[in-house]
T-cell receptor
Framework: DADVTQTPRNRITKTGKRIMLECSQTKGHDRMYWYRQDPGLGLRLIYYSFDVKDINKGEISDGYSVSRQAQAKFSLSLESAIPNQTALYFC??????????????FGPGTRLTVL | KNQVEQSPQSLIILEGKNCTLQCNYTVSPFSNLRWYKQDTGRGPVSLTIMTFSENTKSNGRYTATLDADTKQSSLHITASQLSDSASYICVVSASGGSYIPTFGRGTSLIVHP
């Protein structure tokens, strides 16, 4: 979905390196999310933010941090990458009001490999 | 704990055939249930949404059903096409609170010519 963009799309890094994944959206949604997806495990929530001043941990936040720089931007950082953080990472946005009932709109994903 | 279980984990069918995917959930209090389609290497996209008062919803060849009493949903795909090959994810949201949805692990569907 071109309304939600993620950079980079692919990244290979080494153990111990600091990595930042960025997400931008033009949908005007207040709510933004970071998920990781591993084969057989589905999507798991890392962090979510309901507005610029609101940051919440998801079910697997250890080893990750986030920054909500503006309504449209939500970044995910791996302070010291480790191999088991190799995964596909998705950013998503949602608007809980009206008829869409909190539909989530996903970015194209970032494939991260930690060697 | 809110949970969403999907079956089967994977499914292979021939083009033109029908199939049904299942979703059981324990999310409470229930607000709505969505089915998402995720093509390989892309983000999920919503197919259908159902609230408590709805028991069926169609989107082209996709028909979703909901039984709120038994907490079960199904996604039926009619006259499958090669482009239906994807992962189908059931997502259930609770009412009130933070509206954080609970994701199933998905069913991987492969349609062979």
């Amino acid at each position: 979905d071109a309304d939600v963009t993620q950079t980079p799309r692919n990244r290979i890094t080494k153990t111990g390196k600091r990595i930042m994944l960025e997400c931008s959206q033009t949908k005007g949604h207040d709510r933004m999310y970071w998920y990781r997806q591993d084969p057989g495990l589905g999507l798991r929530l890392i962090y979510y933010s309901f507005d610029v001043k609101d940051i919440n941990k998801g079910e697997i936040s250890d080893g990750y941090s986030v920054s909500r720089q503006a309504q449209a931007k939500f970044s995910l950082s791996l302070e010291s990458a480790i191999p088991n953080q190799t995964a596909l990472y998705f950013c998503a946005t949602s608007d809980p009001t009206g008829l869409v009932y909190n539909e989530q709109f996903f970015g194209p994903g970032t494939r991260l490999t930690v060697l | 704990k809110n949970q969403v279980e999907q079956s089967p984990q994977s499914l292979i069918i021939l083009e033109g055939k029908n199939c049904t995917l299942q979703c059981n959930y324990t999310v409470s209090p229930f607000s709505n249930l969505r089915w998402y389609k995720q093509d390989t290497g892309r983000g999920p996209v919503s197919l259908t949404i159902m609230t408590f008062s709805e028991n069926t919803k169609s989107n082209g060849r996709y028909t979703a059903t909901l039984d709120a009493d038994t907490k079960q949903s199904s996604l039926h795909i009619t006259a499958s096409q090669l482009s239906d090959s994807a992962s189908y994810i059931c997502v259930v949201s609770a009412s009130g609170g933070s509206y954080i949805p609970t994701f199933g692990r998905g069913t991987s569907l492969i349609v062979h010519p």
